[in-house]
């Protein structure tokens, strides 16, 4: 079973590590002969809402006694051979540099004096090198300590290592310390007595996405805001029609005409009068709608168009943001019903990705990121709506949000799992299914995209 501290965002520069690099690179670094081991991640970056985020890209280990060994000062260090030639690839892929090694210990480290000393000869030199970030890492398997050099000069601490995965592990110097009580919010006691004080200041200090705020939006919004979310961005460009009425949660007849975020926004602050909001009523592709999701803590998709498919699972993958996918499909041809499906995605960087499980097909992205009038000349927006109901999509919008709410406070059993879940109410089923990853996947596979941020993929050598 999981067992790990529960830690608030912290401000400050961070580093992400997908989960499939933070099994490599510990299993590395911890493979219980209490030795010391050494590797480098090279790693994209781009700017967060609290601080400058690298994100892992790749693991390169440092094999024993040849690329990290004794050094001249009584310490491991990696050899001159193996630094020169991954800050030269650093250099040359326009990426940060990050060495790393273990300690002993396991809720607390920090680098001795010998490692610090080591950094103040080298990583000047580094930095100009690369004319990227160079950072230090030293880790136990519940503690992370970062010393980050910028190409400027500015040294700073890195504020904490994440890995996103079915616990949305955060990593500190030391793990988290009891916090104080938060009594201005007496309404959370309840939650608090699941998520402990720690779980619910991680709530307040997240800032999370909803896009599409239809039937499941509409209520996942509600949901995050009751939960304690401190900052809601809510996006979408649809108004609020007559037929929308029975399955939006709160609307009334004097909604009709106006933008799904307005009712949207009136739940929030009704739920949670001192919450943050960034509303965009607008589509999901345009660029500072794109910001606004790689400025986020997790990412949860509602909308069924292909463009807000496409560019959500590229701030999944290109920029390491977790997210999840929430629909209801009720397939009635000629009055007969189908089998209807609610469906909850986890995305994970390197996993859960959509292009691989075959859920965006590139001729309707094409004709979605279109004007609205070609959009519907191409026959792209149907001419009858889908079935939908409020019962079921609460279904698919309860399942994302208890899912978020575990993971954030370390809740699950299995820190690794990422399976999809699917109900089936007509035969009272409900399925888990592990989504596709393609090795050559331009966005979830190890090259292109995948955790490149805000560099080109031009940038990068080819493999």
């Excluded at 650093?90 to 004096?113: K, W």
């Excluded at 933008?259 to 739920?271: E, G, N, S, Y």
């Excluded at 959500?312 to 019903?337: C, D, F, M, S």
Aim: glycine letters at 8%; proline letters at 7%; a negative charge.
């Amino acid at each position: 079973m999981a067992d790990h501290a529960v830690n608030p965002p912290a401000a400050g520069a961070s580093l992400t590590i997908p989960a499939r690099l933070w099994r490599q690179l510990t299993a590395h670094l911890f493979p219980g002969d209490q030795a010391a081991h050494g590797a480098v991640l090279i790693a994209g970056w781009t700017d967060g809402a609290r601080g400058l985020r690298l994100l892992a890209r790749e693991f390169i280990p440092a094999r024993d006694q040849i690329d990290y060994g004794p050094g001249t000062s009584g310490h491991h260090a990696l050899s001159a051979a193996f630094v020169r030639d991954n800050i030269l690839r650093a250099r040359d892929e326009h990426l940060a540099y990050i060495a790393v090694h273990n300690h002993g210990g396991s809720t607390r480290v920090q680098f001795s004096p010998t490692d610090l000393a080591s950094r103040e000869r080298g990583y000047p030199a580094l930095t100009q090198i690369s004319n990227a970030p160079v950072c230090g890492l030293v880790l136990t398997p519940e503690a992370a300590a970062g010393d980050l050099w910028q190409p400027d000069g500015t040294r700073i601490d890195l504020a904490e290592v994440l890995v996103p995965a079915n616990n949305l592990l955060r990593l500190r110097p030391r793990s988290a310390t009891a916090c104080t009580p938060d009594t201005s919010h007496a309404s959370y006691d309840r939650q608090v007595r699941i998520f402990g004080d720690p779980g619910q200041q991680t709530f307040q200090a997240m800032k999370v996405a909803v896009i599409g705020l239809g039937g499941v939006g509409n209520l996942i919004t509600e949901y995050l805001a009751r939960l304690g979310i401190g900052h809601l961005v809510l996006i979408d460009d649809d108004l609020v029609d007559e037929t929308n009425l029975p399955r939006l949660s709160g609307a009334t007849a004097d909604d009709v005409g106006h933008p799904k975020t307005a009712l949207a926004r009136r739940l929030a602050r009704q739920a949670q009068p001192d919450i943050a909001l960034t509303v965009l009523t607008e589509r999901v592709e345009l660029p500072h709608v794109q910001t606004e999701l790689r400025r986020c803590d997790w990412l949860f998709l509602a909308a069924d168009g292909p463009a807000a498919r496409h560019f959500t699972n590229a701030a999944v993958h290109q920029y390491l943001v977790p997210a999840t996918q929430a629909g209801v499909k009720i397939p009635v041809r000629e009055g007969t019903v189908g089998q209807i499906h609610a469906v909850t995605r986890l995305l994970l960087p390197g996993t859960g990705c959509l292009w691989c499980d075959g859920l965006i097909n590139p001729t309707d992205l094409a004709i979605d990121m279109h004007t609205p009038a070609d959009r519907a000349a191409a026959q792209y927006v149907p001419g009858v709506p889908a079935a939908s109901v409020l019962p079921l999509n609460a279904l698919a919008a309860a399942e994302a949000v208890t899912h978020f709410m575990h993971a954030v406070s370390c809740l699950h059993d299995d820190d690794l799992d990422h399976a999809n879940v699917l109900h089936r109410p007509r035969t009272r089923t409900r399925d888990l299914m592990n989504s596709s990853a393609r090795p050559d996947c331009r966005w979830c596979g190890p090259h292109e995209q995948f955790a490149l941020g805000d560099r080109p993929a031009s940038n990068v050598a080819s493999s």
